[in-house]
């Protein structure tokens, strides 16, 4: 089974891989899968806490190149959105962009997993003391 | 010499014909082309001749006494399928146990399992963590009802060459019947089925630069003399052990191949394990915590098993697909999307098994293919290392085990 050439594209050329520190404001992270399943996805978003925009998000991946590309897409699909429309990007979109073939769906799962994780520890870190405005 | 992309380092899966086995096999694609079983004129006669001399060079290379006990097959997988099942249906009156090991290939473990839902009994026998399984742990293993002990030469993902003549010696002092799976190891070490006591033997044209499409079974007529059922019945072929029409050309291209194999596996050996050898020291010593799966010493010549540990296998492959060809035990290489349970009977971890890459030299493989691969292999890490999660947290002096992962 040959790769794709968006899935070969991020997986040469992985945007925004790396790491925020996790005090840093208004950052959020996910750490989602297992290692012993072959797949485990960090994934953070900094979040302007004035605006409510997500102004940068970072990821590492251990995981297929399916999973790298998976979560590499989902980063560059985070900047610049609110944190409310960032919950709605699906599984399925990822599935479409990167045309993962079905026994690849689980990476999309994945990255799902891990921006809606990303969100909820943003969420909880800064949601209660009155940040992310663009959320009300 | 110039490096030729893609570099092929997967002889452990297949390997490339030997131009001089495609000469010999030509001819028998068009002017020789009669079979065997025509007993009464001059085509049948010359294509009998070709097998029975095939039969001979096979019989050699395995130190077989007599080449009628050579049984042509399809391949490895038809071979196991023969004798597992073959002994377990002639053998049923006396016995229902098979006795076994838990790395063996996938051809092995898939028979076994049918033979278990139809009732018979099966025991995989662990293996010690570098892949060598004990006697003494086949011996405790054996009841009364065992029928047969079945245990792989060589292991087709780390190597390992097993004591197969301590298994041999403990068969015959039982009076069972032994097979071994020797597709790895035919043609890459000294076989011999007289020496090591071995009842039954399964192997493969294609692993020793024969064609695809050929394999045999070996099945001793002598002290004791084996009885195996037939899978597929017809004209009563092969002794009545494998009916149909016997594939002439690749038959003459397996015995050509056996032939060579026996004139050069010493100097080959020698020399892939040394280009391994070197691959192996390149790697470990610049690549921190990877880890040498299998037997340090007692393994085939041209294999190396490495984990590389917070990487994933298929995409360290996928980083090196371009220029060379390599296997993985990962989960998202195989086909039942589980990790390699060889790696896994090694008593690794998940994660080790899902990080494992083989490299499996052949009888083409350059030093310069050898230098390459590795060089790469170390960048392709190392740049996986830099995006892996888990690579960053041991960094942080974080133990992983420790954290509670969310699995799917």
Known sequence: ?136 | MALKFPIFMDAQSTTPTDPRVVEAMLPYFTDKFGHPASRNHSFGWEAEGAVDAARGQIARLIGARDPKEIVFTSGGTEAINLALKGVAEMYREKGNHIVTTAIEQRASMDVCKRLERQGLEVTYVPVAPDGLVDPEALRKAITDKTILISVMFANNEIGTIQDVAAIGRLAKEKGIIFHTDATQAVGKVPVDVEAMGIDLLSCTAHLIYGPKGVGALYVRRKGPRVRIAPLIDGGGHERGMRSGTLPVPLIVGFGRAAEICGEVMREEGARLAKLRDGLQDTILSNVDEAYLNGHPERRLPHNLNISFAYVEGESVLMGLNKESALSSGSACTSATLEPSYVIGALGASAELAHSSIRFSLHRFTTEEDVEYVGKRMIEVVKRLRDMSPLYELAKEGVDIKSIHWKAE
């Open chain 1, 1 to 136: 089974m040959a790769y794709s050439e968006k899935v070969v594209d991020h997986y040469n050329n992985p945007r925004n891989v790396g790491s925020f520190a996790k005090d840093t404001p208004g950052v959020g992270t996910g750490l989602v899968g297992a290692p012993e399943c072959g797949d485990v996805m960090k994934l953070q978003i900094r979040v302007n806490l004035e605006t409510g925009l997500i102004e940068d998000a970072k990821f590492k991946t251990f995981g297929c190149g399916s999973a790298i590309a998976s979560s590499s897409l989902a980063t560059e699909w985070l900047k610049g959105k609110t944190v409310d429309d960032a919950a709605k990007i699906k599984n399925t979109d990822i599935v479409n962009e990167l045309r993962l073939p079905p026994v690849k769906i689980h990476c999309s799962v994945l990255a799902e997993d891990a921006i809606k994780a990303a969100l909820a520890d943003y969420r909880e870190k800064y949601a209660s003391a009155g940040a992310g405005v663009a959320s009300k």
